[in-house]
């Protein structure tokens, strides 16, 4: 099949039953924009792995000239507490980037599945859940994260659980929405009449036609999930000294303020990596929406 195929310019069976958003992907891959996220975002992904490897002080050791200016042997400078800031900054990615892509998967595990459950099986359910995202929905988010944080404590756990306290509504509003334009489809109703349980139609039928918004929505809010679980640990209610932490080295530079380094490499670290998601996450949202898909393409070829 795959040769005959071939010989008639046609798609591979294979190929022409993958979903069309996901045929429009390497194309998509032609932009500038995307190659830059992905490029930087890579890289941010190696340093987290490699940091013990390429840092070239320990993170924690005060054993360096205090506030010493960028130069040769600490090319980011030094804080307060002598210690090497681009060795703390490769550190922090140890801890801001895994926190972040740990907190935007369990929010798009928790909200989707509840949003999902709402969609498919309406009434009590759709209640339920829906009311509780307007809950949360009632509130600013940075307040409602500072809330919960401080009722918890002061700590990255604590901090990373208030911020899903307050990200998972999103993705349950947004599945919600896609699982009740595709619930009376004619394939999900077929599916329902041969004898398929709630939980087979959701994963078999539903799921699959869901999964593309909700994905680029994820890549869209890696950024905002960092930027709050930063300005938690900026406001003193995430991660705690000595910890490593983004967030919390741009506070400790609030302090020195004339010794500008100290908070502007961690808060160009996280400009960085805000930007590559962002970056990533337009560009998905091209693929995946047949309205700009064309547009992408043009600006490809």
């Known amino acids: 099949m795959s040769r005959t195929s071939a010989a ?19 194309g998509v891959w032609r932009r500038p924009q995307a190659v830059a996220g992905a490029l930087v975002a890579l890289a941010w992904l190696v340093i987290a792995a490699a940091a013990p490897l390429i840092a070239p002080h320990d993170p924690l050791a005060q054993e360096l000239p205090r506030l010493a200016e960028p130069g040769p042997g600490h ?7 002598g210690r090497d800031i681009l060795s703390r900054v490769l550190y922090g990615a140890r801890v801001s980037i895994p926190l972040t892509l740990l ?19 309406g009434r009590w359910a759709d209640e339920t859940v829906m009311r509780l995202a307007d809950l949360v929905f009632a509130f600013p988010t940075i307040i409602l994260a500072m809330v919960v944080a401080a009722a918890l404590g002061a700590s990255l756990t604590n901090a990373v659980l208030a911020v899903l306290v307050v990200a998972w509504a999103s993705y349950a509003r947004v599945t919600r929405g896609l699982v009740l334009s595709v619930r009376e489809q004619e394939y999900v109703l077929s599916g329902r009449l041969l004898g398929f349980s ?14 593309g918004p909700v994905l680029v929505l994820a890549t869209l809010d890696i950024g905002s999930a960092l930027l709050l679980l930063s300005g938690l640990s900026f406001l003193g209610l995430g991660a705690t000294p000595p910890s490593a932490e983004w967030g919390a080295m741009v506070a400790s530079g609030v302090d020195v303020f004339d010794s500008w380094w100290v908070a502007t490499f961690p808060g160009l670290a ?9 970056f990533l996450g337009d560009t998905l949202r091209d693929a995946l929406d047949p309205r700009t898909a064309r547009t992408v393409k043009e600006r490809a070829l």
């Open 8 to 26: 008639t310019g046609r798609l591979p069976d294979t190929v022409r039953r993958l979903p069309a958003a996901v045929r429009r992907l390497p």
């Open 75 to 81: 090319w980011f400078g030094t804080d307060q507490l």
């Open 103 to 121: 907190l935007v998967a369990l929010s798009v595990l928790i909200g989707g599945f509840l949003g999902a459950v709402a969609g498919y099986l």
């Open 198 to 211: 709630v939980w087979r139609s959701l994963r078999v039928d539903v799921l699959p036609n869901v999964v």
């Open 270 to 278: 996280i400009l960085t990596v805000v930007l590559a998601f962002n």
